[in-house]
């Protein structure tokens, strides 16, 4: 009878031990990555993505992806900062993306932003007459999206975020 307890002791200890080193697996989370934060704002004509990704394992580098749709308009200004009355404005669509490599800390979470580039220019059909030089009057940013581009991990961020007006 005496051995029998032993065994059952023995095997109670066993599973107790098992039990908390998988909770503290799951406690760290690791082998269930997931955005639980994200945010995207106007910086100037740029957009900056901020996001929190969880449920990685410690000291997992992981490479985030930040695609963004942008509606903008240019126009022709003069060197006195001024924009004539003339229809010499477009208004351009484009995707652009921005992308970069993170660590997670030792707890497997990666708190980082990513900045997406407005247009520098047009394109090659709208051009601004002699003395006058090609300004991003205003853009609009829609329909974003981060995403963990090595685990299944994505995010939408609602809204629209815009910088100037249209001219």
């Known amino acids: 009878?005496?051995?029998?307890?032993?065994?059952?002791?023995?095997?109670?200890?066993?599973?107790?031990?098992?039990?908390?080193?998988?909770?503290?697996?799951?406690?760290?989370?690791?082998?269930?990555?997931?955005?639980?934060?994200?945010?995207?704002?106007?910086?100037?004509?740029?957009?900056?993505?901020?996001?929190?990704?969880?449920?990685?394992?410690?000291?997992?580098?992981?490479?985030?992806?930040?695609?963004?749709?942008?509606?903008?308009?240019?126009?022709?200004?003069?060197?006195?900062?001024?924009?004539?009355?003339?229809?010499?404005?477009?208004?351009?669509?484009?995707?652009a993306s921005a992308s970069g490599e993170f660590t997670s800390d030792k707890n497997g979470n990666i708190t980082g932003s990513l900045t997406v580039s407005a247009p520098t220019t047009a394109n090659n059909d709208f051009s601004c007459p002699a003395g006058q030089a090609e300004v991003l009057t205003y853009i609009q940013w829609s329909d974003i999206s981060i995403t963990d581009s090595t685990s299944p991990a994505s995010i939408d961020v609602p809204g629209t975020f815009t910088f100037g007006s249209m001219v």
């Open 1 to 95: 009878m005496r051995h029998l307890l032993r065994i059952i002791s023995v095997l109670a200890i066993v599973v107790a031990a098992f039990s908390m080193s998988t909770g503290s697996a799951s406690a760290a989370g690791s082998g269930n990555p997931h955005f639980n934060r994200a945010s995207a704002s106007a910086s100037g004509t740029d957009l900056t993505a901020s996001f929190k990704e969880v449920g990685l394992g410690a000291g997992t580098t992981v490479t985030i992806v930040v695609n963004a749709h942008w509606d903008a308009q240019f126009a022709c200004f003069n060197h006195g900062g001024k924009h004539p009355s003339a229809t010499n404005k477009e208004t351009f669509s484009g995707d």
